[in-house]
């Protein structure tokens, strides 16, 4: 299977070279050629598997240059061990009848480890294919919970070097402390002044200047991506969407070929294209719920066609979703209308921070999508609602799905059985989560308010969390927007 770029279809590549790339040189997003038709029949089969066995028959799917062994190897180094739960990412159900899809049970907590705890393990095989002998630098901007995962998932990891920008006041105070405590010999860490958007930017404007990749190359060097703008991390998503369906196949709770609605809490939109790329396969998915926070950017899009960035940016209780700048979105908008839409709008993106798509490519996205946002006040107000009606905890993300999930229900009248990603655990934002169900505890440090969460909701918090407190942190650096070219050279010393 090759991969194309979204604006330009002639680039075509590999698999390993689509990793490894992580961006095409002329910024388009790396898609597969075709999607690969998966069968009602296929999916019974992959039911009776476990998570290990749906994953490597899924990928294998797309990673047709990687050996049976490669694969295998990747897939078991990623989920054999390193998550809490023996499913990997199990489905809880709610007395309300909706399920719930734990995500978080990895090493650092949250979605994000779903990919990142294999993405480097794909990377490893395919630069060995498509770039013998060239380290490999991970640039990062992170919203918070990418940065942790992708520097757990790359550190001591061989020919590879890995560098996280984050938003100084844009992460929480656990997200931060995660980050700033990171162990390995191959890690950096920096803060930068500005938000999520202001970082990505930076990173993709680093990785696209020919001059910088020119100096890398002299040394051996070779940026890549462990942004959802790497193939690599979407791909392993596609699985997990496939499992969960599976799960309620083998559980007798749906029969296969039964549809299902699924809603996500949504940034960048990684998290629902891969659920949206499930469908296109043949995943019986109804409806796409796209769940945003504050930054309703995308509520907007999905209802009325027009993309506005020019809009007042808020800092939230569900900082994972304090984006404007929705990359994944021109994977979508490629699937729907092509490269050549997909450079008009990306342009005027760039240039006016706005555009419109034509009538029929709104039709196409409203026939799969639904989307809703909510507030603070909601999100918290939905917290201590599942909480205290379905002794169910869920973090501030999960929180917002839930919320737009119930308002789509309402007004639609949809009862299709629905699964909610939940993306973190609620350990990971203590202080709003405690808020919700317990009222304000602002004299408590954030340890103190992780025990006291524990203690009010009789649930324990994570040990890879609570062992955060004994950490020495590493990284306190903070720079401008325009100096973290610089801070790259600094920290691969040339
Ligand atoms: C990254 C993240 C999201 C958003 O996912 P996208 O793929 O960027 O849409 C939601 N919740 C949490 C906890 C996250 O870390």
Redesign the pocket.
Known sequence: MNYVSTRNTEVKVSASQAITKGISSEGGLFVPENLPAVSVAEIEKLASLDYIGRAKSILSLFLTDFTEAELDSCVKGAYETGFSSEKVAPLVKLEDGTYILEL?KGPTC???DMALQILPRLLTVASGKAAKGTEIVILVAT????GK?ALEGFKDVENTRILVFYPSDGVSPMQKLQMCTQEGANVSVCAIQGNFDDAQSGVKKIFTDKAIAEKLADNGMAFSSAN?INWGRLGP?IVYYFSAYCDLVASGDIKAGDAINVC???????????AYYSKEMGLPVKKLICASNSNSVLTEFLTTGTYDKNREFFTTI?P??D?LI?S?LERLLYSMSGSENVCKWMNALAETGKYEVDAATLEAIKADFAAGCCNDEETKATIADVFKSKDYLC?T??AVAVKVYNDYKAASGDATPVVI?S??SPF?FSAAVLEAVDGKNDSLDEFEMVEKLAEVTKKSCPEQLANLRDKAVRFEGCCSKDSMEQVVFDMLGV
Do not use: C
């Open positions: 978080f949250a979605f994000k919203s918070g919970d990418t995962a959802s998503q996500v809490p949504t940034g960048n939109f990684g998290n629902i294209l891969a569900s994972s979703m984006i929705s994944n973090d993300h999960t990603a993306t973190a990971k």
